[in-house]
């Protein structure tokens, strides 16, 4: 099917049953949701039978509910557009407590991702970042402003970061030519994903770096090419991303590198502190 699950549905809507107006309902308000959902819990979320959500996307004119389900995770990964974001946001800016909406929104997506995490793998992604030679932190579009964020402050524990710039694609190679083996590649990859971040990712890998990937789901591209994945939720907040539940893990990695590398840490901001007092970086507290 060419058109997206919630046009195919707002156009089928007049002949939906009162159980499948629940279905549609459900999904039109939590597609990022209802998209990684089994037709069963799906049923019981919106209080229908498991039959009748399997019938709904058959009348959908899809092949099964896997088929529906399928659909509307490629919606959410790739086809939605600027203005369709905009479309099916509408309930957070239309006569509603926007400011509300937005932070409990945020404050719901960082909870998931803090239930949802695997300890092992952010260990695991730790001990990569504490022990690589070099360190590549790669994210573009909107998750440039994390792979800056992120890059800022391990710069100030470790000698060998590097925050790979969106440029020319020729130019983004440029900067991770060097890359091999005992080095680590960041990659931060929100929807809608980067074309040049998995590219970029791939070549690292074929030349032998470790690859920890800051993602939002296992369904994501970044995520079949790493070593290691951290997944965290984003949210599509009208034509913007939500990168608050992204930024809070980034945020615990940041501090755990930190804490694995102690001693280099209190050397390093000794240091700092002199040559920030010495050229005036900061204004000085006034007595």
Known sequence: MSRDVLTVINSASRSFSKGQRKIAAYISENYDKAAFMT??????????????????????GYDGYPAMRKALQEMIKYRLTTVQ?????????DGGDVLSNVLTTDIEKIRATLEEVDRESFQKAVDAIVKAKNIYILGFRSSAALASFMGFYLNLLFPNVKIVNENSAGEVFEQ??????????????????????????????????????????????????????LYARSEILSFLDSIVAPLSLINALIVAAATQAHKDLVANFEQLENIWAEYDVYEKASN
């Open 176 to 229: 991770i030519l060097r890359i091999g083996e005992g080095d680590l590649l960041v990659a931060i990859s929100f929807p809608r994903y980067s074309r040049r971040t998995i590219r970029a990712i791939c070549f690292a890998k074929d030349n032998g770096a470790e690859i920890v990937g800051i993602t939002d789901a296992d369904s994501s591209l970044v995520a079949q090419f790493a070593n290691i994945n």
């Open 39 to 60: 037709a069963s819990k799906l049923g019981d979320t919106v209080g229908v039978s498991e039959s009748t959500v399997v019938r709904f996307a058959a009348d959908l």
């Open 85 to 93: 974001r905009i479309e099916v946001s509408k309930e957070l800016t």
